[in-house]
């Protein structure tokens, strides 16, 4: 089993709604979860940072942690065709690694 | 400008001859790793590097090198690159280790390098 697991898409949404992606993790350890954008041929870049259960919101963006069910996610509301890109989900692998997910490719539609 | 820069950005090569990428931060970070980027699979760690002179493997090392002489520089060596090689390359680096979501600890991203091993 891939230490965090994305289904890899596409997902496709309209336009001005809400973009629901979604990241499980193995290691029961692991401590601190990050959603990273990448548009194509571009390098990832950190959208949002979630260490503690529960949600934590941030503009458009929220992301929820659930330790127990080991389960990350990111809500994009008000969906826009500039949110189109590479979404990857990573988690903290004991002090040295950040472990990613395969990434799960989202279209925004006019 | 902070910036984790790569070189080359495209590099087209055959089986055997040896390749080095370079890979340089100014931000005086600690932590260094190379990632590989392949369709589906994601980024998967190659190396990384806590600081000078220590470094360990990651998720897929076989078939690569890597050296932490100083601080700011980090490359990526492919002593006998092989067609399996072929991939999207990206060099990162954060203040230290484990990164985090705020400030100096994001872990930043450079450009990346493309290769192509024929």
């Known amino acids: 089993q891939k230490e965090v697991e994305q289904n890899s898409g596409p997902l496709s949404v309209p336009e001005g709604a809400i973009a629901s992606l979604n990241c499980t993790y193995s290691?029961?350890?692991?401590?601190?979860f990050f959603w990273y954008r990448q548009y194509s041929g571009k390098s990832p870049e950190l959208i949002m940072s979630?260490?503690?259960?529960g949600d934590k919101e941030d503009g458009r963006f929220t992301a929820q942690l659930n330790k127990a069910s080991q389960y990350v996610s990111l809500l994009i509301r008000d969906s826009q065709p500039s949110d189109s890109a590479t979404y990857l989900c990573?988690?903290?692998?004991?002090?040295?690694?950040?472990?990613f997910g395969q990434g799960t490719r989202l279209t925004i539609n006019p | 400008e902070a910036q984790v820069t790569q070189n080359p950005r495209y590099l087209i090569t055959v089986t055997g001859k040896k390749l080095t990428v370079t890979c340089s931060q100014n931000?005086?970070?600690?932590?260094m790793s190379w990632y590989r980027q392949d369709p589906g699979l994601g980024l998967r760690q190659i190396y990384y590097?806590?600081?000078?002179?220590?470094?360990d493997k990651g998720d897929v090392p076989e078939g690569y090198k890597v050296s932490r002489k100083e601080k700011r520089n980090f490359p990526l060596i492919l002593e006998s690159p092989s067609p399996n090689q072929t991939s999207l390359y990206f060099c990162?680096?954060?203040?230290?280790?484990?990164?985090?979501?705020?400030?100096?600890?994001?872990?930043?991203f450079g450009a990346g390098s493309r290769l192509t091993v024929l």
């Open positions: 590097s806590m600081n000078v002179e220590v470094t």
């Open positions: 979630i260490y503690s259960n």
């Open positions: 990162a680096s954060s203040l230290f280790s484990p990164p985090s979501g705020s400030g100096a600890n994001v872990l930043t």
């Open positions: 290691d029961r350890g692991s401590q601190s």
């Open positions: 990573a988690g903290t692998q004991g002090a040295q690694k950040l472990v």
């Open positions: 931000m005086n970070h600690e932590y």
